[in-house]
């Protein structure tokens, strides 16, 4: 089993959509979890990122975390084209002595918003 | 501030030659990641550094290597290259160590 599972759709939606984007994963020891956006031919960009569980919110954007499932989300209210692009969901653990050193990525979901 | 940078942007290498990728971070980020990224594995970690040491390493051979230099800028190496070799590789910077922040990336072509 994958450490980080992710649906790699493709996903198309009109724009205006509400978007839900999800991962879920197996390592319990996942403390921060983290939302990237990657255009195509770019390096990703960091959306949100949240700590344990709870919900974040900026903008259009709403992380969710449930660790009691171990599944991770991220919304999109109002979708726009120009949020076309691949979503990758991303985890951390807390290493013994507080440093963090390391991210496990998802595939990745492609997102298509069609005006 | 200036984001992380990365040189060249392109390279185009044949197999069993070697290649170094340059990374410049944010300035004032002493943490340097790299990652692989091809269509079938996704992303992968290589390797991160902070203040010159390699603090962690993923499950890559030891043809890929890395360094960081006292001003936190970084490079690796991968040595006879193969095939599979082609991919982006990312370079990521951080202060916090989960809040990293991704140059554009170098695309090696291994022919």
């Known amino acids: ?115 | 501030k200036a984001g992380v940078t990365q040189t060249p942007r392109y390279l185009i290498k044949t197999r069993g030659q070697q290649v170094t990728l340059s990374c410049s971070p944010i300035s004032g980020h002493r943490s340097v990641s790299w990652y692989q990224q091809t269509p079938g594995q996704g992303l992968q970690f290589l390797f991160e550094y902070f203040s010159e040491t390699q603090r962690n390493k993923g499950n890559f051979p030891g043809r890929f290597s890395g360094r960081q230099f006292s001003n936190s800028r970084s490079e690796m190496n991968v040595s006879t290259l193969e095939l599979g070799d082609s991919a982006l590789y990312l370079c990521a910077s951080s202060t916090t160590g989960y809040e990293q922040y991704f140059g554009p990336g170098t695309r090696l072509t291994v022919t």
């Open chain 1, 1 to 115: 089993q994958k450490e980080v599972e992710q649906d790699p759709g493709p996903l198309s939606v009109p724009e205006g959509a509400i978007v839900s984007l999800n991962c879920t994963y197996s390592n319990s020891a996942f403390q921060y979890f983290m939302w990237y956006r990657q255009y195509s031919r770019k390096g990703p960009e960091l959306l949100m990122y949240t700590y344990s569980s709870g919900n974040k919110e900026d903008g259009r954007f709403t992380a969710q975390v449930d660790k009691s499932s171990k599944y991770i989300s991220l919304f999109i209210r109002d979708s726009q084209p120009s949020d076309s692009a691949t979503y990758l969901c991303a985890m951390s653990a807390i290493r013994r002595g507080g440093s963090n050193y390391k991210l496990t990525f998802g595939k990745g979901t492609l997102l298509t918003v069609n005006p």
